[in-house]
Nanobody, 122 residues
Framework: QLQLVESGGGSVQPGGSLRLSCAAS????????IGWFRQAPGKEREGVSC????????TYADSVKGRFTISRDNAKNTVYLQMNSLKPEDTAVYYC???????????????WGKGTLVTVSS
């Protein structure tokens, strides 16, 4: 059974940076596209970024383009989300998910992590 565990969340000031990690156990991540999602209090869960199984293709929500970078190291069975120039509106619980496809096109989620909290405030 594939299990995903997020880490790297915490509290930072506006303009700061964090790197989130999504580590897999039970199965290789290499066959899955991996997405990052976030949910702020009182808001719907939204997609943030996605990376194809090989790492050759990436997508970003307009709100994070130019600030966030998704990457993966299949040898370490881990996907990362580098978050720079953080804003208060980035505050949310961040979740990683293994998609049912090897690409970020269409399909749904195969497995979810439990989330890690990111708080951006002064």
């Amino acid at each position: 059974q594939l299990q995903l565990v997020e880490s790297g969340g915490g509290s930072v000031q506006p303009g700061g940076s964090l790197r989130l990690s999504c580590a897999a156990s039970g199965y290789t991540l290499a066959i899955y596209a991996i997405g990052w999602f976030r949910q702020a209090p009182g808001k719907e869960r939204e997609g943030v970024s996605c990376i194809s199984s090989s790492g050759s293709s990436t997508t970003y929500a307009d709100s994070v383009k130019g600030r966030f970078t998704i990457s993966r190291d299949n040898a370490k069975n881990t996907v990362y989300l580098q978050m720079n120039s953080l804003k208060p509106e980035d505050t949310a619980v961040y979740y990683c998910a293994a998609m049912i496809s090897s690409s970020c096109r269409g399909g749904g989620v195969h497995s979810w992590g439990k989330g890690t909290l990111v708080t951006v405030s002064s």
